[in-house]
């Protein structure tokens, strides 16, 4: 009996001695972040990665978030000091193409580009935070604020704006062909647009084909970036066009909540004036297309992708009057 007691009393000490899975979680951030401290990008992730997602927890997610971003090459520091300013020049969005991360060497597709594939990882553990559905559920400022103290969500908000930016940066630098000043079709790929619009709506053909920037040959194939042209496969392409759907619709979404607190003041009027343009972009679009509604709003890669909801003629149209629009 005195033995079985004994046994009983040893376990009982152990367990009782162990972490409980909050001090865990709170040991793991904290060596996550020692380690980010000295640019082991890798080292943090596994070890908030040992810890197993925590969807609840705010510091988790975003640290968690930092060490994958990290390792995409993104620095908040940098994006502060250097990038944040060059947004809206030249206006309204096309100056995120001059970020530092932005004309990052691509030796593969940009859809399998490490880095990019990491940041992307990074925006969506912040997007989807609180363990919102990926598959159907729209991520809004809304839905991730069921989950989190309102000062834990507009923390998610602005580090999930930064990454977004710095994204959609790497994105339009690469389909569009940018140079180094920032201005579209003048690197050194052969594209004139983003894609090709021969299943853009009629109304829409016709706005794109009488710009006076470098994309008006829209029914020429060879205008688009290679990868996103029509030749490519239907469901790859979907995919990476989603991709550059979803990252401008999430400026829209996220920009108006935080712009006050995270924009610089001497910046702000700027960034307004840009939000503006790209609003009336979008009642263009939707007054020349009303079946674009959705792809005009939607956040979610998924529904993006999902045929029954967004048809490619949609999503052309969405960016002959948008991506064609904002970077020029």
């Known amino acids: 009996m005195l033995k079985y007691l004994i046994l009983f009393s040893t376990v009982f000490m152990l367990l009782s001695c162990g972490k409980n899975t909050d001090e865990a979680t709170a040991e793991a951030i904290l060596t996550a972040n020692i380690a980010l401290s000295k640019g082991n990008c890798q080292t943090a992730i596994d070890a908030l990665e040992a810890n197993g997602r925590v969807n609840n927890n705010a510091p988790y997610l975003k640290t968690l978030a930092s060490a994958y971003a990290c390792k995409a090459g993104y620095s908040t520091l940098t994006f502060f000091t250097s990038d944040i300013a060059k947004t809206v020049v030249p206006a309204p969005l096309g100056g995120t193409t001059l970020y530092s991360t932005s004309s990052a060497t691509v030796t ?45 969500a507009a923390d998610i908000n602005s580090q999930l704006l930064y990454m977004v930016l710095v994204q959609l940066g790497r994105y339009m630098y690469h389909y569009g062909d940018s140079s180094v000043t920032g201005v579209k079709a003048s690197g050194v790929r052969s594209n004139t647009c983003f894609t090709s619009y021969v299943n853009a709506d ?100 998924t529904v993006c992708e999902d045929n029954t909801q967004v048809s490619v003629s949609n999503i052309e149209s969405y960016f002959g009057l948008m991506f064609e629009g904002i970077f020029q």
């Open 202 to 301: 009629g109304d829409v053909k016709t706005a794109v084909a009488a710009g006076t920037d470098s994309c008006s040959n829209i029914l020429n194939d060879t205008a688009a970036h290679v990868e996103l042209a029509s030749a490519v496969t239907a469901a790859t392409r979907k995919t990476r066009l989603c991709q550059g759907v979803v990252l401008l619709n999430g400026v829209f979404a996220i920009l108006p909540d935080v712009i006050t607190s995270v924009i610089p003041v001497a910046q702000q009027a700027a960034a307004l004036a840009a939000l503006n343009v790209l609003n009336l972009a979008k009642v263009a679009l939707i007054a020349a297309d009303a079946t674009t509604a959705t792809v005009a709003s939607t956040l979610n890669q």
């Open 108 to 152: 593969t597709t940009l859809q399998n580009d490490q880095k990019f594939k990491d940041l992307q990882k990074a925006i969506d553990i912040l997007l989807y935070a609180g363990g919102i559905d990926s598959t159907n559920t729209e991520p809004t400022s809304a839905e991730r604020a069921r989950y989190f103290s309102s000062s834990e």
